[in-house]
């Protein structure tokens, strides 16, 4: 019987794989680094509602794009393996055994990928889906995960492109070209795809929508300048439609109204619970003040203050300071810790002689959330100098 050109792979089934093999690529490239998350998280969201179409289209794609036309048991994957091994495989004009079990494995994997990814980014970054319902370093935790899952997601693609190789030279074929248009050469009375032109062109609307949604509305924070840093109350940037995700920390009316009308305060996440514990203890002599509070007041300050320390790793900076000082350093700066030093380095002199800056310890200066104490990536923001006259200028540098 002569074979016949046959549309195999419907338009939506095309467009699902090369999407999700560039937005893993995509991501993966876009993995390290803060200054990519928001790309990387985008490809992440991606992924699932492409999974999510996928396992619809298991049921309503194409003959061959049903998983009923490619359900084998793990033994009948295992057994076509040992047949390549042989050469003796058959060709299969859909999905074969050990194909389908690594799509399988795969749609199960970028799931994982995906919710670990929501996770980490909710607990380390305070973004996204559920920003506020896990601390730094749980979040940290479940990145370890997220990382794992996507390695071994790696593995999968690794050796489903080996499998695509070693099936292309056994049955003469180009596999991958057939996933590009489509065709694949089979018997009369293969059941024929239709290219599904309405729900390809969906999908098209539905990544485009979403891409334009995110990368002008959602990401709104990252370009936002913020009003009046110097006096921001809330982790509520006031602007409509975009919220500042910070999970709100516990607060204190009183330690605010003692610790916080010389300076901005500085959220007790900032240093040790033992630098509060000195710091209070020396409270006559407060950086060349006398700060006179009773007993009473140095008491439950202090408590609030233990409670939230960096020592509890509850925001990404406080794990960080807490992780960067000596078990034996009492600082009383958070500006000497070695975190902050670090943080700060590249910060530019004239960025701190901004007279809107002023000093290193006027945090809410750069940091639209410090009041609240978050000190997220996404609040930060360096504001601009005033122009100064060329005379002031010169002043101001010398
Ligand atoms: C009477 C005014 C006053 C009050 C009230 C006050 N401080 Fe201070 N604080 C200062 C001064 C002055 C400095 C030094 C500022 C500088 O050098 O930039 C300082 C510095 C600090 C620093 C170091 C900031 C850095 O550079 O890293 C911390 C931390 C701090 N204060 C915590 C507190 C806490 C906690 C309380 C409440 C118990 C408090 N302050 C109340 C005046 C005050
Ligand atoms: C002149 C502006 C400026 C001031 C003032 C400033 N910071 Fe920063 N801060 C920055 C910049 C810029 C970064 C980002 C550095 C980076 O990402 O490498 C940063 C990063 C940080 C981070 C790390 C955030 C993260 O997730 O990467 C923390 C925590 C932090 N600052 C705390 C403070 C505290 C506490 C103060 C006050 C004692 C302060 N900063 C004062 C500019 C400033």
Redesign the pocket.
């Known amino acids: 019987m002569s074979l016949q050109r046959t549309l195999i792979w419907d338009l939506p089934t095309r467009l699902f794989h090369w999407t999700l093999a560039g937005s893993f690529v995509l991501a993966w490239l876009t993995s390290e680094g803060?200054e990519w998350l928001s790309i990387h998280a985008f490809l992440g969201y991606l992924v699932m509602g492409l999974v999510g179409f996928r396992l619809m289209w298991g049921f309503a794609g194409s003959h061959f794009s049903r998983f009923a036309s490619f359900w084998f048991s793990p033994k009948e994957s295992l057994d076509y393996l040992k047949q390549v091994a042989g050469r003796t495989a058959p060709r299969h004009v859909g999905h074969n055994p050990t194909g389908s079990l690594a799509i399988y494995i795969l749609l199960v994997l970028a799931v994982v990928v995906g919710i670990t990814g929501i996770a980490t980014l909710g607990g380390e970054e305070q973004q996204g889906l559920i920003s506020g319902w896990l601390s730094y370093s749980q979040g940290r935790l479940l990145k370890e995960a997220h990382e794992l899952a996507a390695n071994l997601m790696m593995l999968v693609v690794l050796g489903h492109l080996a499998g695509v190789v070693v099936e292309s030279v056994l049955h003469k074929e180009n596999l991958a070209k057939s996933m590009v248009n489509g065709f694949k050469m089979a018997e009369p009375g293969t059941p024929k795809a239709k290219a599904q032109w309405l729900a390809a062109a969906l999908m098209v609307t539905a990544m485009v929508c979403f891409a334009g949604w995110w990368f002008s509305y959602a990401l709104g924070i990252q370009t936002h300048t913020p009003a009046a840093t110097s006096q921001a109350q809330s982790t509520t940037v006031e602007e409509p439609h975009v919220k500042f995700v910070g999970k709100a920390l516990p607060d204190n009316a009183q330690w605010r109204d003692e610790c916080g009308s010389c300076h901005g305060v500085?959220?007790p996440a900032?240093l040790p619970a033992r630098s509060w514990q000195k710091m209070m203890a020396e409270q006559s002599q407060h950086f060349g003040s006398d700060l006179g509070l009773d007993d009473a007041t140095v008491k439950a300050v202090l408590a609030f203050m233990v409670d939230n320390a960096a020592d509890k790793h509850n925001t990404?900076?406080a794990y960080?300071?807490d992780r960067s000082l000596a078990k034996t350093a009492t600082p009383l700066r958070?500006?000497e810790t070695p975190?902050?030093v670090k943080?700060?380095r590249?910060?530019a002199a004239s960025?701190?002689a901004?007279p809107l800056?002023k000093?290193?310890?006027?945090?809410?200066?750069?940091?639209v959330d410090?009041d609240a104490g978050t000190?997220?990536?996404a609040a930060?923001h360096?504001?601009k100098a005033p122009k100064l006259a060329p005379s002031a200028a010169r002043a101001a540098s010398s």
């Open positions: 803060d500085f959220y900032l990404e900076a960080k300071i958070i500006t975190y902050w943080k700060h590249e910060v960025d701190w901004n800056v000093s290193k310890s006027n945090c809410a200066a750069c940091h410090a000190y997220e990536d930060m360096i504001p």
